[in-house]
């Protein structure tokens, strides 16, 4: 009996949560004289997936689209090979005032990012990088924090039986990192890849700072600057929004079996 209220509680959260989605798609294939129907029609008489090319023909999308997968392709491997090493060294190897960096890291979580905009916003101004995509994943490749702290997580969850085999073969630090580390790390890689993807595809605030040129927008700001343009047409809005989504379904179903393993390993361990 327990279980199978479980399974009633999940399957009603699981619709409640799908609806928004479905009415979103339902709307994107309608003409706009049933998209302003009062009362609302939910199901249109003739499914318009003219609509969606019509959002490829009538914007640049696609341009969108591109410089919005540079730039989250750049941040994750970034996120990646910085947060990875860093991570690394503050969980197996020794030096000096190793912890005290360490809180020092952590408590740069704390600051508002909106703090640090003004101080980004100068050194980009001076590097020439304004109006390029360049500010949007450069940071990636210094290592943030949260990054840090996760993959720190994963290495200490290493047995130290492993480092000294493989030390014991003849392999420097760096072999270690790379031949043993890494491989048993692949849960928490791809945790991280799936949460730097979404956080830079979706980011808003960002690009809107650095960017002015129409053709370096990235999909978000891209599909905002539209909504002018597009008036009397909402329904494409709404399809080009959907199309947004179409890249982080993707990834997070490539990522999902390592997402889970990870989290079902925290539990265990």
């Known amino acids: 009996m327990g279980r199978t209220i479980g399974y ?3 399957g009603i959260s699981s619709l409640i949560m799908i609806v928004p989605f479905l009415t979103a798609l339902l709307n994107s294939l309608k003409t706009y004289k049933e998209y302003t129907t009062v009362p609302p029609q939910w199901i249109p008489d003739v499914m318009q997936w003219s609509n969606y090319a019509a959002v490829f023909k009538l ?21 990646l090979i910085s947060c990875s090493m860093v991570g690394f060294a503050f969980a197996r190897l020794r030096f000096p005032l190793k912890n005290a960096l360490f809180v020092m890291v952590l408590g740069t979580m704390m600051i508002p990012a909106v703090v640090i905009i003004i101080p980004h916003f100068i050194i980009f101004n001076r590097l020439n990088m304004l109006d390029t995509l360049t500010p949007l994943w450069i940071i990636e490749w210094l290592a943030q924090p949260f990054g840090i702290f996760l993959m720190r ?3 200490l969850n290493i047995p130290r039986e492993y480092e000294e085999a493989a030390k ?6 760096f072999q270690v990192y790379m031949r043993i580390f890494i491989p048993m790390t692949k849960p ?9 993807f979404m956080g ?14 129409n053709e370096k927008y990235t999909l978000p700001i891209g599909v905002l600057s539209l909504s002018g343009q597009w ?19 993707l990834v997070f179903l490539f990522a999902e079996k390592y997402f889970v393993q990870n989290h079902s390993m925290a539990g265990i361990k």
């Open 8 to 10: 009633v509680l999940i």
């Open 59 to 79: 914007g640049n999308i696609g341009v969108y689209t591109m410089n919005s997968m540079i730039v989250a392709v750049l941040s994750v491997l970034g996120a």
């Open 153 to 155: 997580q994963a290495f």
């Open 168 to 173: 014991m073969e003849g392999c420097n630090p």
């Open 188 to 196: 928490t890689l791809a945790t991280l890849a799936i949460f730097t």
């Open 200 to 213: 830079k595809w979706n980011e808003i605030l960002t690009p809107v700072i650095y960017l002015t040129t």
């Open 231 to 249: 008036s009397g047409n909402e329904q494409l809005l709404i399809a080009a929004a959907l199309v947004s989504l179409v890249p982080i379904l």
